[in-house]
């Protein structure tokens, strides 16, 4: 069973920093893209951002500049660094990963998703 674990989330103050962590486990074949989107109260979720296995990013207009997205393949693991945080950025944040898994009849394409860890920036 595969599972993705957010981590890195809590409280800071507008200007402040915080690294967010998702680490894969599971029998998974390859992982290809990886992304954080993120869902704030009475909104959509939506892309933060997301890098390939190549380790080519995309960001949305809001975050650029302020977050970097990272990951370290080794390890199964994608990162986001948050810094000049502002209270729009409040949100719970999901850790998303497009991977291959192989199966009785062959490989498959799948969609995980983490459960999401908050982030709030009030002061």
């Known amino acids: 069973q595969v599972q993705l674990v957010e981590s890195g989330g809590g409280l800071v103050q507008p200007g402040g920093s915080l690294r967010l962590s998702c680490v894969v486990s599971g029998s998974i074949f390859s992982i290809n893209a990886m992304a954080w989107y993120r869902q704030a109260p009475g909104k959509e979720r939506e892309l933060v951002a997301d890098?390939?296995?190549?380790?080519?990013?995309n960001y949305a207009d809001s975050v650029k500049g302020r977050f970097t997205i990272s990951r370290d393949n080794a390890k199964d693991t994608v990162y986001l660094q948050m810094n000049s945080l502002k209270p729009d950025d409040t949100a719970v944040y999901y850790c998303?990963?497009?991977?291959?898994?192989?199966?009785?009849?062959?490989?498959?394409?799948?969609?995980?998703w983490g459960k999401g860890t908050l982030v709030t920036v009030s002061s």
């Open positions: 890098i390939t296995s190549g380790g080519s990013t």
């Open positions: 998303n990963a497009k991977a291959v898994v192989h199966t009785p009849t062959g490989y498959r394409a799948m969609n995980y």
